[in-house]
């Protein structure tokens, strides 16, 4: 779903192979998943659903194993999208809303925004707490329990999800494949999180 490319290429630059997903079949051996993309919510969902892996990523959020969404891929993981009719996965509680228009900002929200942590979670370093980060939307999520926001980014005067995390579930609203080297290591640091047991986030 549109950025596929650019995460297998930050991946490869990490030294990290990986695998694309077409179906439930291709799932057997797999133990973590990154779910990017780039596009509209409810013909994402669609694509989902004719592939069959709806019911699989829905086993996969509940078992909580390890789960990396990016940018639509984020959105994807909640209830329902403004942008849409159609419900998400739901892993994550809350919904999708358009970003404001009053924020005198333009949308889509498109370039380099700084991180403010709430948080900690695999992707986020207490050493780096506002690393700048590329954006690509028009949407963004607001979670029922705030305990599961663990970044946001500024848009206008307003402060808008930039990272989510439950457990092993989590994602960014941002492109970190696009982020230069911040956003290489977070990658990476979600690559050594893996390699170390993915202790499960609070």
């Known amino acids: 779903m549109g950025n596929l490319h650019s ?5 490869e630059r990490l030294g990290q192979g990986c695998s694309l997903i077409h179906n439930a079949n291709d799932l057997d051996g797999v133990d973590s998943l990154i779910l990017p993309g ?10 989902l659903r004719a592939t069959g892996l709806v019911p699989h990523l829905l086993r996969w959020g509940q078992e909580d194993r390890p789960l990396l969404g990016i940018c639509l891929g984020l ?4 209830e329902q999208s403004d942008e849409g009719s159609d419900p998400g996965l739901g892993l994550l509680g809350g919904r999708v809303i358009r970003l404001p228009s009053n924020s005198g900002e333009r949308i889509p929200h498109m370039g380099w925004a700084p991180l403010k942590h709430h948080g900690n979670c695999p992707l986020l370093s207490s050493d780096a ?24 980014a500024p848009f206008g005067d307003q402060e808008v999800t930039a990272v989510v995390w439950r457990g092993r579930v989590g994602a960014c609203q941002f492109h ?15 690559l050594t999180w ?6 499960p986030c609070p």
């Open 7 to 11: 995460v297998e290429k930050c991946l």
């Open 38 to 47: 780039v596009g509209a919510f409810d013909p994402a969902m669609a694509n």
């Open 75 to 78: 959105q994807l993981l909640f």
């Open 129 to 152: 707490p506002s690393e700048w980060v590329y954006f690509v939307h028009s949407y963004a999520a607001i979670p029922t329990d705030r305990n599961d926001l663990k970044a946001s």
């Open 176 to 190: 970190p494949e696009k982020s230069s080297d911040a956003g290489e290591q977070m990658i990476k640091r979600w």
């Open 194 to 199: 893996l390699r170390n047991g993915a202790e």
